[in-house]
Protein backbone atom coordinates (compact mmCIF):
# COMPACT_ATOMS: atom_id res chain seq x y z
CA UNK A 1 0.00 0.00 0.00
CA UNK A 2 1.34 3.30 -0.60
CA UNK A 3 -0.76 6.31 1.09
CA UNK A 4 -0.23 10.36 0.01
CA UNK A 5 -1.74 13.01 2.06
CA UNK A 6 -3.82 10.34 4.26
CA UNK A 7 -5.72 8.73 1.04
CA UNK A 8 -4.54 4.99 -0.23
CA UNK A 9 -3.25 5.51 -3.83
CA UNK A 10 -3.99 2.63 -6.14
CA UNK A 11 -2.04 2.47 -9.29
CA UNK A 12 1.15 2.96 -8.59
CA UNK A 13 4.68 2.16 -10.70
CA UNK A 14 7.84 2.07 -9.54
CA UNK A 15 10.19 3.10 -12.05
CA UNK A 16 14.11 3.18 -11.56
CA UNK A 17 13.85 4.79 -15.11
CA UNK A 18 12.44 7.88 -14.30
CA UNK A 19 14.17 10.88 -12.69
CA UNK A 20 11.04 12.20 -11.51
CA UNK A 21 8.51 11.54 -9.27
CA UNK A 22 5.18 12.43 -10.68
CA UNK A 23 2.07 12.39 -9.91
CA UNK A 24 -1.23 12.93 -12.21
CA UNK A 25 -4.03 15.41 -12.37
CA UNK A 26 -6.74 13.52 -11.35
CA UNK A 27 -4.95 11.97 -8.76
CA UNK A 28 -3.70 15.05 -7.63
CA UNK A 29 -7.44 16.45 -7.20
CA UNK A 30 -8.95 13.07 -5.83
CA UNK A 31 -6.25 13.95 -2.90
CA UNK A 32 -7.93 16.89 -1.94
CA UNK A 33 -5.64 19.07 -3.02
CA UNK A 34 -5.66 22.37 -4.73
CA UNK A 35 -4.19 24.95 -7.09
CA UNK A 36 -3.39 27.23 -4.14
CA UNK A 37 -1.37 24.07 -3.00
CA UNK A 38 0.97 24.25 -5.81
CA UNK A 39 4.25 25.53 -6.00
CA UNK A 40 5.12 27.06 -9.55
CA UNK A 41 7.39 25.24 -11.83
CA UNK A 42 8.19 26.21 -15.34
CA UNK A 43 9.69 23.56 -17.26
CA UNK A 44 9.00 20.38 -19.27
CA UNK A 45 9.46 16.54 -18.96
CA UNK A 46 10.79 14.66 -21.80
CA UNK A 47 9.41 11.20 -21.79
CA UNK A 48 11.46 8.16 -23.71
CA UNK A 49 9.27 8.42 -26.80
CA UNK A 50 10.99 12.09 -27.10
CA UNK A 51 7.21 13.74 -26.49
CA UNK A 52 7.57 16.58 -24.15
CA UNK A 53 4.69 17.23 -21.62
CA UNK A 54 3.93 20.67 -19.91
CA UNK A 55 4.61 20.06 -15.76
CA UNK A 56 1.67 22.07 -13.80
CA UNK A 57 3.70 22.50 -10.97
CA UNK A 58 5.14 20.48 -7.78
CA UNK A 59 4.00 19.78 -4.03
CA UNK A 60 5.78 18.37 -1.66
CA UNK A 61 3.55 15.88 0.03
CA UNK A 62 4.80 13.03 2.81
CA UNK A 63 4.28 9.40 1.17
CA UNK A 64 3.82 6.36 3.66
CA UNK A 65 4.99 3.00 1.43
CA UNK A 66 3.55 -0.45 3.30
CA UNK A 67 1.72 -0.58 6.37
CA UNK A 68 1.87 -1.38 10.38
CA UNK A 69 5.35 -2.37 11.41
CA UNK A 70 6.85 -2.37 7.83
CA UNK A 71 5.56 1.15 7.25
CA UNK A 72 8.13 3.69 6.04
CA UNK A 73 7.48 7.51 5.59
CA UNK A 74 8.87 9.79 2.91
CA UNK A 75 8.94 13.51 1.85
CA UNK A 76 8.23 13.65 -1.94
CA UNK A 77 8.11 16.36 -3.97
CA UNK A 78 5.63 14.95 -7.07
CA UNK A 79 5.66 16.74 -10.21
CA UNK A 80 1.81 17.60 -10.94
CA UNK A 81 1.52 16.35 -14.81
CA UNK A 82 -2.74 17.52 -16.23
CA UNK A 83 -2.66 14.26 -18.52
CA UNK A 84 -4.24 10.87 -18.63
CA UNK A 85 -2.14 8.31 -17.69
CA UNK A 86 -2.58 4.44 -16.86
CA UNK A 87 -1.29 5.06 -13.11
CA UNK A 88 -2.24 7.77 -10.41
CA UNK A 89 1.74 8.14 -9.70
CA UNK A 90 5.16 7.17 -10.55
CA UNK A 91 7.58 7.03 -8.03
CA UNK A 92 11.51 7.42 -9.47
CA UNK A 93 15.01 6.14 -8.95
CA UNK A 94 15.98 9.02 -6.43
CA UNK A 95 12.70 8.06 -4.13
CA UNK A 96 13.56 4.10 -4.76
CA UNK A 97 16.69 5.30 -4.25
CA UNK A 98 16.23 6.52 -0.71
CA UNK A 99 13.83 4.13 0.08
CA UNK A 100 16.73 1.60 -0.73
CA UNK A 101 14.36 -0.41 -2.38
CA UNK A 102 14.81 -3.59 -4.50
CA UNK A 103 12.06 -4.14 -6.91
CA UNK A 104 10.87 -7.67 -8.96
CA UNK A 105 9.01 -7.21 -11.68
CA UNK A 106 8.31 -10.64 -11.86
CA UNK A 107 6.53 -10.43 -8.53
CA UNK A 108 5.43 -6.97 -8.82
CA UNK A 109 6.90 -6.31 -5.63
CA UNK A 110 9.07 -4.08 -3.84
CA UNK A 111 10.99 -4.48 -0.23
CA UNK A 112 12.99 -2.08 1.29
CA UNK A 113 15.02 -2.02 5.09
CA UNK A 114 13.67 -0.69 7.87
CA UNK A 115 15.35 0.61 10.71
CA UNK A 116 14.43 -2.12 13.13
CA UNK A 117 16.30 -4.13 10.83
CA UNK A 118 13.52 -5.74 9.35
CA UNK A 119 12.23 -5.60 5.50
CA UNK A 120 9.61 -4.10 4.53
CA UNK A 121 7.49 -5.03 1.62
CA UNK A 122 4.72 -3.56 -1.24
CA UNK A 123 2.52 -6.73 -3.09
CA UNK A 124 0.84 -5.80 -5.77
CA UNK A 125 -3.02 -8.54 -6.08
CA UNK A 126 -1.39 -9.96 -9.40
CA UNK A 127 -5.45 -10.69 -10.32
CA UNK A 128 -6.26 -7.15 -10.20
CA UNK A 129 -3.18 -6.20 -11.74
CA UNK A 130 -3.76 -8.52 -14.85
CA UNK A 131 -7.33 -7.67 -15.11
CA UNK A 132 -6.36 -3.62 -14.88
CA UNK A 133 -3.81 -4.35 -17.72
CA UNK A 134 -6.30 -6.14 -19.75
CA UNK A 135 -9.30 -3.51 -19.39
CA UNK A 136 -6.28 -0.89 -20.37
CA UNK A 137 -5.56 -2.98 -23.83
CA UNK A 138 -9.30 -3.22 -24.70
CA UNK A 139 -9.42 0.43 -24.50
CA UNK A 140 -5.96 1.10 -26.26
CA UNK A 141 -6.51 3.01 -30.02
CA UNK A 142 -10.63 3.43 -29.79
CA UNK A 143 -12.23 6.32 -30.64
CA UNK A 144 -13.73 8.31 -27.68
CA UNK A 145 -12.02 6.95 -24.94
CA UNK A 146 -10.56 10.43 -23.67
CA UNK A 147 -10.26 9.88 -19.88
CA UNK A 148 -8.40 6.80 -19.77
CA UNK A 149 -9.11 3.62 -18.36
CA UNK A 150 -10.21 3.77 -14.75
CA UNK A 151 -9.07 1.41 -12.59
CA UNK A 152 -9.20 0.85 -8.30
CA UNK A 153 -9.09 4.84 -8.38
CA UNK A 154 -7.71 6.46 -4.77
CA UNK A 155 -9.57 5.27 -1.71
CA UNK A 156 -10.40 7.80 0.69
CA UNK A 157 -8.49 5.90 3.89
CA UNK A 158 -9.90 4.62 7.33
CA UNK A 159 -8.63 7.03 9.26
CA UNK A 160 -5.92 6.46 11.86
CA UNK A 161 -3.26 7.85 9.87
CA UNK A 162 -1.67 11.37 10.57
CA UNK A 163 -0.30 13.78 8.38
CA UNK A 164 3.54 14.84 10.48
CA UNK A 165 4.17 18.36 10.82
CA UNK A 166 6.10 20.01 8.18
Given at each position: ?????????????????SSADII??????????????????????????????????????????????????????YLVLQV??????IIGRNT???????????????????????????????????????????????????????????????????????
Amino acid sequence: MVRINGFNVQRVLFDPGSSADIIYGDAFDQLGLTDKDLESYTGTLVGFSGKQVQVRSYEDLFTVFGVGESAELLRIRYLVLQVVAAYNVIIGRNTLNRLCAVISRAHLAVKYPLICGKVGKIAVDQRGAKECYNNCLSLYGKKGVNDGHRCREIEVSEGGWKQPAA
